[in-house]
């Protein structure tokens, strides 16, 4: 059973453009929920969090939106850049140092 | 300040071999954590260990077994590798305890080819 969806697998977008990137959780014990950027051959990087006491959270060009009655959450990326082609993952854990359920990723592609 | 390192980086093993990958933590985390990331896939959860000891397990057999030292370092060992078992191996680590312990930090990798 997959915990967290997400979507879409696949994303193509201007250079410029606002890539949406959605997740949707089924386990209400979630209470924290990063987003990871992996490009070929790395190891994730984490981008940017959220904890469900806010509804939106912004660092820089990321910015993860989060509503707790529908458990979704999602990462926009303002302005987007090639060098911003990557895969993203989200992900979900319970509590501190407990394991991170991640979605299957997102293949961004921002072409000129 | 070192982030999370992994070695090797790349192994080619035969079907029934054993490995052992390695991995020391981001400076000042206590507690490391192995994800399986196959191709194409998000990150699983094998298993994390703290203070040397392994503290929760993922859905992996009893064929993947780890070690922490009192340096925090860890290992990750596979025996009997199956041709399934090729996959990018990942070590990721956080201190215990606050709010920073929600945070993990992921090493480069070590991608793991059984034929």
């Known amino acids: 059973q997959q915990q967290v969806k997400q979507s879409p697998q696949s994303l193509i977008v201007q250079k410029g453009g606002i890539p949406i990137i959605n997740c949707a959780y089924e386990n209400t014990a979630f209470d924290y929920f990063p987003w990871y950027q992996q490009f070929p051959g790395k190891g994730p990087a984490l981008l940017i969090a959220?904890?469900?006491?806010?509804s939106e959270k912004k660092e820089g060009r990321f910015t993860i939106s989060f509503n707790k009655s529908a458990k979704q959450f999602s990462l926009h990326i303002m302005d987007s850049q090639p060098g911003d082609s990557a895969t993203y993952f989200c992900?979900?854990?319970?509590?501190?140092?407990?394991?991170?359920?991640f979605g299957k990723g997102t293949r961004l592609s921002v072409i000129a | 300040d070192a982030g999370v390192t992994q070695s090797p980086t790349h192994l080619i093993k035969t079907r029934g071999q054993q490995v052992t990958l390695r991995c020391s933590p981001k400076?000042?985390?206590?507690?490391v954590s192995w994800y399986q990331q196959a191709l194409g896939q998000g990150p699983q959860f094998i298993f994390q260990y703290y203070e040397e000891e392994e503290r929760q397990r993922g859905n992996f057999p009893d064929r993947f077994s780890g070690h922490q030292f009192p340096n925090y370092s860890s290992e990750l060992n596979v025996n009997a590798l199956l041709l399934g078992d090729s996959a990018l191996y990942l070590c990721?680590?956080?201190?215990?305890?606050?709010?920073?312990?929600?945070?993990?930090?992921f090493g480069p990798g070590t991608r793991l080819t059984v034929t």
């Open positions: 992900a979900a854990s319970i509590r501190g140092n407990t394991p991170l359920v």
């Open positions: 990721a680590s956080s201190p215990l305890g606050g709010a920073a312990s929600y945070e993990q930090y």
């Open positions: 959220i904890r469900p006491d806010v």
């Open positions: 400076s000042g985390h206590d507690t």
